[in-house]
């Protein structure tokens, strides 16, 4: 599933939805029922404010996986640096299947691109044939994740 970009939302979020997307991210699977009762909704409330933070790009709700235990043995982080415009990079970069994650920096690299690869050879062909190959692309460099530490989704809001 591709993640899709953040929209600025129409208006800031009130404290209603900010308890209902604290709820999801303890438990994605909790029922709008016991959301409900949480934040003073009824299940239908919740349902309809649920359908427009993800319809406004607010949030989705996904299963977070092991990549290694769904046949994703090798995870890197790629920096890369830009020559010219860094959108249209962006752009063909967050189109490949194997990307999860880009976002433009300030730093050493004009892009963090997350992979995610069945093996080392499929690394070395997403890095050095596909990602290398862009226009664009003026060089980059990777960093093969060894180890999980931590991951969490559950940072709450503001």
């Known amino acids: 599933m591709t993640r899709k970009p953040p929209r600025p939302s129409a208006q800031p979020l009130d404290e209603t939805s900010k308890q209902i997307i604290e709820q999801l991210q303890e438990d994605g699977r909790r029922p709008y029922a016991a959301i409900g009762k949480a934040v003073g909704l009824s299940e239908a409330a919740v349902r309809q404010r649920v359908q427009r933070l993800q319809d406004g790009g607010v949030m989705q709700i996904v299963a977070v996986t092991d990549p290694v235990q769904v046949g994703f043995a090798r995870q890197a982080m790629i920096g890369v640096k830009v020559d010219g415009e860094i959108d249209p990079v962006a752009d063909e970069l967050s189109a490949m299947a194997e990307v999860d994650y880009v976002v433009v920096t300030a730093g050493s690299f004009d892009l963090l691109v997350e992979v995610v690869c069945e ?20 060089s980059t460099e990777t960093f093969v994740y060894l180890k999980l530490r931590k991951q969490l989704y559950n940072w709450g809001t503001r």
């Open 119 to 138: 093996d080392d050879d499929h690394l070395l062909d997403v890095v050095g044939r596909r990602i290398r190959g862009l226009p664009g692309v003026r």
